[in-house]
């Protein structure tokens, strides 16, 4: 047993969490389908070589205006 083992410790954000999914079974479902909608999607190789080829050099400084200082 480790020695600074909190035996019955649940914190806050866990608590909800767990109460959360009880409420509502298919939150973790939602959330894959979310996931699945915005993110999880195969990638043209042409698509991506055009992009690649498109994307524009960005300045080292980014927030530095071109007028500098006065």
Do not use: C, H
Not at 24 to 35: A, F, H, I, S
Not at 57 to 64: D, G, N, S
Request: negative net charge.
């Amino acid at each position: 047993m480790p020695f600074f083992r909190r035996a019955d410790y649940q914190s806050d954000a866990t608590q909800f969490i767990d109460q959360l999914k009880a409420e509502r079974p298919t939150l973790e479902q939602e959330q894959r389908q979310g996931r699945a909608l915005l993110w999880d999607r195969n990638i043209d190789p042409e698509v991506a070589v055009q992009a690649e080829a498109a994307r524009v050099a960005q300045k080292p400084y980014v927030y530095q205006t071109e007028s500098g200082l006065k």
